[in-house]
């Protein structure tokens, strides 16, 4: 149904789109020159090439005058990759929004309940009332390396679980040696496809020099290595990647240790380590008082 005329002319329609696995609901609003903010009925839609482009005719319909068109949408999981991508080739503006981000405008609302359609209308009303970033998508490089780093992080943490199977295990009474053997052969089958992974990287980077020139700028900062350089590199593909990488390398907090991200740095450890005055001042506190 299209949204009812108004006396006022439209100056921004905003489409919200709360997305899921198979499929998402739509809301379509707008602002007029009253700053008066009217909304349409949500509609779901299939996840898929068909349901996208159901929502580009969909819209156009709803349309009644012209003005600039937006769609938000909220960075839930990969599930609106698809769609992020498809609204960019077809020149649509588009923002993804961080999830805290949303979090923090629903609260500053009087909406109390949680459905799509609700979820798809806060969207909405967040994008007619706030100036949003538009959103950018990676390079083909980008995504490659993104795909690679978080590979090479989940072989990481399984090999340091395992590590700790065989160091419990042959502490144990009496290990079985076929059992050792096998916990052996899996731990040198990370160890190959780790070496695989840095040979992937390493390619990627020469043939991308630009990517080079930033990794090289980053691992020049003392206490930063090659694998927590691509991770904030990593972070350039989120949203809010400007914030998540400067919590990268901070120094988590009281009991966030096992929730930092991998490759992140206590800055206090790494300026005793790779700065003379901090070593010289750490190691004399360490000092017994006289």
Same mark, same amino acid.
């Given at each position: 149904m299209p949204l009812a005329k108004q006396e006022s002319t439209p100056l921004k329609y905003v489409v919200g789109i709360d997305i899921a696995k198979n499929s998402f609901v739509a809301c379509l609003g707008q602002v007029d020159s009253r700053q008066c903010l009217h909304f349409g009925k949500e509609t779901i839609f299939e996840n898929t090439l068909t349901g996208f482009t159901d929502l580009l005719q969909w819209v156009a319909r709803q349309q009644s005058a012209a003005a600039p068109l937006w769609f938000v949408v909220e960075a839930t999981g990969v599930?609106?990759?698809e769609l992020a991508y498809f609204l960019v080739d077809q020149q649509q503006l588009l923002s993804v929004l961080l999830p805290n981000k949303v979090k923090h405008?629903?609260?500053?609302t009087e909406l109390k309940s949680k459905t799509d359609q609700l979820d798809a209308r806060l969207l909405c009303r967040l994008g007619l009332e706030r100036a949003l970033p538009a959103w950018q998508p990676?390079?083909?490089a980008l995504r490659q390396l993104r795909a690679l780093v978080r590979e090479?992080?989940?072989?990481?943490k399984q090999g340091a679980q395992l590590k700790a199977r065989v160091h419990a295990y042959q502490h144990s009474y009496q290990p079985d040696s076929r059992t050792l053997a096998r916990l052996a052969a899996q731990q040198q089958l990370i160890?190959?496809?780790?070496?695989?992974?840095?040979q992937d990287l390493m390619e990627l980077l020469a043939a991308e020099p630009e990517l080079a020139r930033k990794l090289a700028q980053l691992t020049s900062? @003392? #206490?930063i290595g090659l694998t927590t350089a691509i991770l904030v590199l990593d972070q350039r593909l989120? @949203? #809010?990647r400007e914030r998540a990488s400067t919590r990268l390398l901070c120094r988590p907090g009281r009991g966030a240790a096992a929730k930092r991200p991998l490759g992140a740095r206590h800055p206090h450890l790494e300026a005793r380590q790779?700065?003379?005055t901090h070593g010289a001042l750490f190691a004399r506190a360490q000092q017994p008082a006289p």
């Open positions: 599930y609106y990759e405008f629903a609260r500053s990676p390079t083909p090479r992080q989940v072989l990481t160890l190959q496809q780790l070496a695989a992974l840095d900062i @003392p #206490g989120c @949203p #809010g790779h700065t003379p």
